[in-house]
T-cell receptor, first 111, second 113 residues
């Protein structure tokens, strides 16, 4: 079945540091890939998405590129802020409207 | 445009009881999906409703059920609650399926004692 594996956290960074969260997937067919972010006490917010190979999703300084050859969708941000502290989820959607999520990565940015 | 709303936000129930959670999708959205979030199992898909019909179902026991009304509002019901049902239940709505984005509500935090 479909699955998503992402690096375990927590990831602790200083402000303005470079952030990378690794995500790899297993799926039949050609899934769409997503990154969601969850702030404390809130639901999930879509951060970015990519629907086909080599697509780059970007939003709020975050980027991720759909790499079919390595089945990966790593999230990057060049300079993090304290406000980026949250839990980040990688997810895929293959058939239908069902999202399959990774385990989440907690990111803590210190001033 | 108002976002996805879920009621109640917090709920405490006793083992053996049943519970009903409600989700109002974004206006115009016809698909509603439900997810369970726990520290141990992470985010797991429960089911999806579209035009009042269950379109997809995850691997949960029959104690978990749902329905959707003609105005696209959805409810999920859990009967004979167990301690392990304690979780954050998230609802997501989208226009349809395919590449349409899913928008999540804030969730209902259910605690079973």
């Amino acid at each position: 079945g479909d699955s998503v594996t992402q690096m375990e956290g927590p990831v602790t960074l200083s402000e303005e540091a470079f952030l990378t969260i690794n995500c790899t997937y297993t799926a039949t067919g050609y899934p769409s890939l997503f990154w969601y972010v969850q702030y404390p006490g809130e639901g999930l917010q879509l951060l970015l998405k990519a629907t086909k190979a080599d697509d780059k999703g970007s939003n709020k300084g975050f980027e991720a590129t759909y790499r079919k050859e390595t089945t990966s969708f790593h999230l990057e941000k060049g300079s993090v802020q304290v406000s980026d502290s949250a839990v980040y989820f990688c997810a895929l959607k293959a058939a239908g409207n069902k999202l399959t999520f990774g385990g989440g990565t907690r990111v803590l940015v210190k001033p | 445009k108002a976002g996805v709303t879920q009621t109640p936000r917090y709920l405490i129930k006793t083992r053996g009881q049943q519970v009903t959670l409600s989700c109002s999708p974004i206006s115009g959205h016809r698909s509603v999906s439900w997810y369970q979030q726990t520290p141990g199992q992470g985010l797991q898909f429960l089911f999806e409703y579209f035009s009042e019909t269950q379109r997809n179902k995850g691997n949960f026991p029959g104690r978990f059920s749902g329905r959707q009304f003609s105005n696209s509002r959805s409810e999920m019901n859990v009967s004979t609650l167990e301690l392990g049902d304690s979780a954050l239940y998230l609802c997501a709505s989208s226009l349809s399926g395919g590449n349409y984005e899913q928008y999540f509500g804030p969730g209902t935090r259910l605690t079973v004692t």
